[in-house]
């Protein structure tokens, strides 16, 4: 069992940053890929980004490439979004997911689920 918890969202300007990060517990964190997810209102859950076990291999939604980066510290059980250039779009709540599998976009593939956290960017 894994149990998750997202901090860091808030209120942003547009062009602005924000870090979030997502702290499990249990001493196996390093054998979950962990990915980040995002729902606005009144759509559905988007794939943002994905990190491998080892915190070697990544994957970033197109929306989000060049601008979002996600990185993890095995040693820390957390994983993290950094957030620059945010624009009004980005506004949702962020949701981070920890899987065996190694699914990356596919969030049928992520076993746990945080309760998320409300990121909004203002214009």
């Known amino acids: 069992q894994v149990q998750l918890v997202e901090s860091g969202g808030g209120l942003v300007q547009a062009g602005g940053s924000l870090r979030l990060s997502c702290a499990a517990s249990?001493?196996?964190?390093?054998?979950?890929?962990m990915g980040w997810f995002r729902q606005a209102p009144g759509k559905e859950r988007e794939f943002v980004a994905a990190?491998?076990?080892?915190?070697?291999?990544?994957y970033s939604a197109n929306s989000v490439k060049g601008r979002f980066t996600i990185s993890r510290d095995n040693a820390k059980n957390t994983v993290y979004l950094q957030m620059n250039s945010l624009k009004p779009e980005d506004t949702a709540v962020y949701y981070c997911?920890?899987?065996?599998?190694?699914?990356?976009?596919?969030?049928?593939?992520?076993?746990?689920w945080g309760q998320g956290t409300q990121v909004t960017v203002s214009s």
């Open positions: 997911a920890a899987g065996i599998l190694w699914g990356a976009t596919n969030a049928r593939t992520y076993d746990y």
């Open positions: 249990g001493r196996t964190f390093s054998s979950y890929a």
């Open positions: 990190i491998s076990w080892s915190g070697g291999t990544t």
